[in-house]
């Protein structure tokens, strides 16, 4: 295993073992509160850690550059399960839940959260695929854009606009780095605002949610940033070094989802302004070596695919925090290894475990060349290899 895929497999444990004591702290109260075992939720929670790490140990020995040729079958599963949650005949499978059918077999899977890495296998491979083509609109882009669509759609009648725009940002971010014009994504951007507005209407909840944002002061939001308005109280009350662990009053019934889409407010409150640095340095240490595992890959979809996922966990870490500390509207975006949700945990977990084979993979090869005198000295001879 590389340097840089070790760091990181030490760099998630640290971010798995503060998220399971955070969540037990800031879940404790809610359990007994309904009058279950106060651990109620680090016990499941421990449960997707346990097949969290079987996805791990899969992916990582699992040689990456196969799932490109899986990259469409995991696509066609991911939209698939996101239909089954916008059918009206398959309402008792996912029923409504808080105003959206986002989930299966009552909030037990998150459809959405797995299509993440179908977005990142499959626009590595059709913008490997479609290398010579990638700067041009109507054979390279637009493509693409028609089966990404048919997902977005899906989660567009959830209802799930910030999964919308999560995935178009997952697949822009892979496009320009394989090659594609930026100039095509500014006159796609432009094409789709009166698509996106109409959205935003349509839905209420988003745009209070954007009004509210605006207008935090306003009577007239007052209850749109209810939730806002405690993750601020609770990260203020932090201070420096925080009230200590397990002694927030914020995650005491006040602070909605507190152990989920708002565990960064509770983290401010109990361990304070340096907590909350420290974590958001961790995160920054894991994109680190995410980045660095994607510069040093041995083919170009193994880059692709590591760019991909890196840029998905720290978009998704720091939109959690900023909403937190009320830098952004409210997303709904978990915080990754530390928010309670089994299917964004797993998902962790799986893109970690194909991060560090594309780690090890090249130290393998490079070991295995530097030992075989018959094989080529460049670095180059790997890449041509792969492309061959």
């Given at each position: ?44 929670q421990l449960s997707g850690v346990a097949i969290g790490s ?38 008792k499978i996912a029923p409504p839940i808080l105003g959206a ?54 989660a567009a009648l959830e209802p799930d606009l910030s999964t ?225």
């Open positions: 295993m590389g340097i840089e895929a070790r760091a990181l497999v030490i760099a998630t444990a640290t971010l798995l073992a503060f998220g399971l004591a955070a969540l037990y702290s800031a879940s404790a109260f809610e359990a007994s509160h309904d009058g279950r075992n106060s651990a109620m939720f680090l016990f499941k079987v996805f791990f140990a899969i992916a990582a020995k699992m040689d990456a550059e196969r799932w490109s040729k899986l990259s469409w079958w995991v696509m066609g599963i991911a939209i698939a399960a996101m239909l089954v949650t916008v059918l009206p005949f398959t309402i059918r986002r989930y299966l077999y009552g909030g037990s899977i998150q459809p959405s959260e797995f299509a993440k890495i179908a977005v990142i296998l499959w626009t590595a491979m059709m913008a490997v695929k479609k290398a010579d083509q990638m700067q041009r609109l109507s054979k390279g882009l637009l493509p693409i854009g028609v089966v990404l669509g048919v997902l977005c759609l899906t919308v725009l999560f995935f178009i940002l997952q697949a822009g971010i892979i496009l320009i780095a394989a090659g594609a014009r930026i100039g095509h994504f500014v006159f796609l951007g432009v094409a789709g605002v009166p698509v996106l507005w109409s959205e935003v209407q349509r839905l209420q909840y988003v745009l209070e949610r954007i009004l509210g944002f605006a207008d935090m002061a306003g009577a007239a939001h007052q209850k749109v940033n209810y939730q806002l308005d405690q993750s601020l109280i609770a990260v203020g009350s932090g201070g420096w070094f925080g009230t200590g662990f397990g002694e927030g009053r914020q995650a005491l019934g006040f602070l909605p989802l507190s152990y989920d889409d708002f565990i960064g407010g509770t983290i401010g409150e109990e361990w304070g302004f340096v907590g909350l640095t420290m974590l958001i340095a961790t995160f920054a240490v894991w994109g680190w070596l995410g980045f660095r595992i994607a510069a040093q890959a041995r083919t170009k979809f193994q880059q692709l695919v590591a760019m991909g996922i890196t840029s998905t966990m720290l978009i998704t870490a720091y939109l959690h925090i900023g909403v937190v500390i009320g830098l952004l509207p409210t997303t709904g975006l978990t915080l990754p290894f530390i928010s309670y949700g089994r299917s964004n945990l797993i998902l962790s977990f799986l893109m970690t475990g194909i991060l560090v084979n594309i780690g090890s993979t090249r130290e393998k090869v490079i070991g295995d060349r530097a030992t075989d005198p018959m094989a080529p000295a460049a670095r180059g001879g790997s890449f041509a290899r792969a492309g061959a």
